[in-house]
Every structure is written in C-alpha cells, then in structure tokens.
C-alpha cells in the first residue's frame, strides 16, 4: 500500500509503498478516505528536537483520519464491517491506575498513533477496536477526518462551565477556532479570540466570535474595554502554545477565573505566581480526549447544529501531500486534509 513515511532520521516524508498492515485478534483493518495535518506532523517533516527524541525512523506519520472498516479480527464484537469511523490516536495500556479506573485519557504509558507506532498517512491502518470511534450518525468526511483535533477543543472548551461566561482564546489556529465555534454553540456570553495572524482572525469572525483580536495591534484590555466588560474574563482557553498568550491571559481573567491549557509550549517559561494566587485561578492541563465521553460530545455538537465549515481550508490529494504540508506549515488557514482515494 502506499504510504506517507518518515523514513530516515533527517527532513522531509516520503510516499511510498509499504506493506499493509496485519491485525490482531482485538483489532480492525481500515481503509483510511481522508487525513487532517496536525502540527505534530509538521514537526516530524521538519525534523525538529522535539521530533528527532520522539520519533524512530522508518515510521509511517499521522493519527487525524476517517475511513472505513474492510476487516475485524475474531475478538471484535461491536465494530463491523462497512463503518465509517474516526480514530482515538492515543493507545492506552490498561493496566496502570488509572486505565483500571476507566480514566484511560490519564494513561501515564500512552503511545501515540504516528508518532510512537505507525499512523494513519497511508491507504491502510490497523487499530484496536477499543480505539475507534464509529459514526452512528452521518457526518462530513472532511469533519470526521479532524475529530482527534476536534476532540482536543471540545475536551478543553468544556472543561469549566461556560453558559453566560466571558471567554477569552488565545491562538485561532485551527484548534482554537474550533473551541470558539464550541463556546459559542454552548451559551458563552462572549467569546474574544487572539492571535497576530489576521488570516486566521478572519476565519474566527466566521465562526462567529464576539471580538476576534490581534495582539500584535492591540491589548487584550482594549478588547474588554471595547465589549464593556469591567472585571475580566471568567473563562480561558490557551490554544497557541506562546507563553506572552498565558501571561496576557493571567494579567485578563477575573477572580476565580478558570483557565484551560492545551498549548504546549516549547520550552519552559515564567508566568506571574502570585497574580495566579491572589486571583485565586485554577488553571488545568489538557491532554488528547476524554475516551470517549469527549467523542459523545463531539458527535452530539454536531447533530445540534454546530458548524465547523469555516475551519477546513485547505483540500489536497494525497498524492500533492509537499503542496499539503505547505499550506498547513503556513500558519495562516485553517486545516488542510488530504484524501487518499484520488
Ligand atoms: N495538549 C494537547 O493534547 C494538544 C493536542 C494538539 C495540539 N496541541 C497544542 O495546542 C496548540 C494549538 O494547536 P493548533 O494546531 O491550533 O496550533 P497552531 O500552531 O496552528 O495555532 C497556534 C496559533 O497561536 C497563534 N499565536 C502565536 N502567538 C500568539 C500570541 N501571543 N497570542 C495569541 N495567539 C498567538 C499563532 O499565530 C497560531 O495561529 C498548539 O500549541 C499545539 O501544540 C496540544
Ligand atoms: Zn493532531
Ligand atoms: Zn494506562
């Protein structure tokens, strides 16, 4: 089959063939339609630090996908033939702690699919059917090949209660213009979003935000000013990874303010404890989804209305995946898919 392989520890991915897959008793064979390119498979192509500890070459890259199932070994009961499904891309290991607890998003042994073993960028991939996640009701395929990123916005936008709240996004790259289409769909009050791309501002305004903000031209304070909001923002989400983003976030949230990180940053960084304290802020982690409590939410948002056209803006064949990779490396669209039927 072919497949999109980070094949030796320097820069650049290869499309090439390799052989298919083979399952396992708990497993299921799926023809993969379309994949989304997620910024951790930027950095496999560009072979950053990050990249060159986590990733042992040959390896075939990605874990955002939609296919459909063509084969299920003899243990799987509740996955058939003929579904369409998305992916879980953490793999678990069941017997820590927490797994035993059913808490299988706080696994401390997960390995990711198309980074730890081989993903999704390619015509075939095998998974445990404890890892997939079938379409029960129907659903764009564009959308459902973006559920793992998906899932990362709806898990950290649905942390804290949001109805009637004041939130503030920092970063409308593809992830955090999903979490503002999810705050809005949920009854935030307001929903002020940042970043210094204007391209990616732009499509924020599409999915309908109160106030979409660029911090290289004005302050987070001029933006509360302009909503007449007088004691901050009760609600954070950290979706850019950038550590000026936290601090302006900390220096906005008013007291008790709750904040959700899903950035992750590259390096360690100094934010202002004692603001932290004094506001008395709760700030959470957030990692991958909820399995599958976060899948349910998802699926459900969609079948209530929530749209999630504006963030796809890039469409490419598999075959143009350099064009892809491009476009996606850009920063300034949205998502960017790639199908592996034409
Ligand atoms: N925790 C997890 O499970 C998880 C999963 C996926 C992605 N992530 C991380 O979540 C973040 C969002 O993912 P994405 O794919 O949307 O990333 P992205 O890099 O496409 O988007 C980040 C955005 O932040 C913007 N930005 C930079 N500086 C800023 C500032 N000072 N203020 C406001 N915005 C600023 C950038 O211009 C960019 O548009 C990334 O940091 C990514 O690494 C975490
Ligand atoms: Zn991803
Ligand atoms: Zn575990």
Known sequence: MKALVKEKAEPGLRLMEVPEPVIGPGDVL????????????????????????????PLVVGHEFVGEVVETGRDVADVTVGDLVS???????????????????????????????????AEYVALPASNVWVHRVPVDLDIAAIFDP??????????????????LITGAGPIGLMAAAVAR????????????SDERLALARKVGVSLALNVAESTIADGQRELGLREGFDVGLEMSGNPRAMRDMVANMTHGGKIAMLG??????????ARIVTS??????????????????MSVLLEGGLDLAPVVTGRYSHRDFQSAFDDAASGRGGKVILDWTS
């Open 280 to 297: 008395m802020i709760t700030i959470k982690g957030i990692y991958g989804r909820e399995m599958f409590e976060t899948w349910y939410a």
């Open 87 to 121: 992916g879980e891309g953490h793999l678990v290991c069941g017997k820590c702690r927490n797994c035993l607890a059913g808490r299988r998003h706080l696994c401390r042994a997960t390995v990711g699919l198309g980074v730890g073993r081989d993903g999704a960028f």
């Open 30 to 57: 799926i023809k993969v339609l379309r994949t989304g390119i997620c910024g951790t498979d930027l950095h496999i192509r560009a072979w950053d630090g990050w990249a060159q500890q986590a990733i042992s070459a």
């Open 150 to 167: 998906f899932g990362n916005a709806v898990h950290t936008a649905l942390s804290f209660p949001l109805v009637g709240e004041d939130v």
């Open 264 to 273: 992750l940053p590259s390096e360690e960084f100094a934010v202002d404890w």
């Open 185 to 196: 769909h949920a009854g935030a009050r307001n929903v002020v979003i940042t970043d210094v």
